[in-house]
């Protein structure tokens, strides 16, 4: 069964950093595209950044480059965001997401990890 575990959401001043981290269990890590996604309250879940399996190459939303960066560790199983310069707009729910495509393509969603930005 896949698992996708965020962490390090929390509350943090504009301005000041946080690191989310997922850990994947179940899946062949090195399959899977990773991305990280978020949803603010009120609004549409929105992509911020992916990953390919090699790790290199990562894209990012507009609103998010030159902020936060994504990141692999495919020995761990795991996928970070650095997110420096935080803003209010920020604050969301985000969603870790592993996408594998083998004859179809599967989707495997976290549960979410909340980070509020405060002015």
């Known amino acids: 069964q896949v698992q996708l575990v965020e962490s390090g959401g929390g509350l943090v001043q504009a301005g000041g950093t946080l690191r989310l981290s997922c850990a994947a269990s179940g899946l062949t890590f090195t399959m899977a595209t990773m991305e990280w996604f978020r949803q603010a309250p009120g609004k549409e879940r929105e992509f911020v950044a992916t990953?390919?399996?090699?790790?290199?190459?990562?894209y990012y939303a507009d609103s998010v480059k030159g902020r936060f960066t994504i990141s692999r560790d495919n020995t761990n199983k795991m996928v970070y965001l650095q997110m420096n310069s935080l803003k209010p707009d920020d604050t969301a729910v985000y969603y870790c997401?592993?996408?594998?495509?083998?004859?179809?393509?599967?989707?495997?969603w976290g549960k979410g990890t909340l980070v509020t930005v405060s002015s």
């Open positions: 990953i390919p399996s090699s790790g290199s190459n990562p």
């Open positions: 997401h592993a996408v594998v495509k083998l004859s179809m393509t599967l989707n495997y």
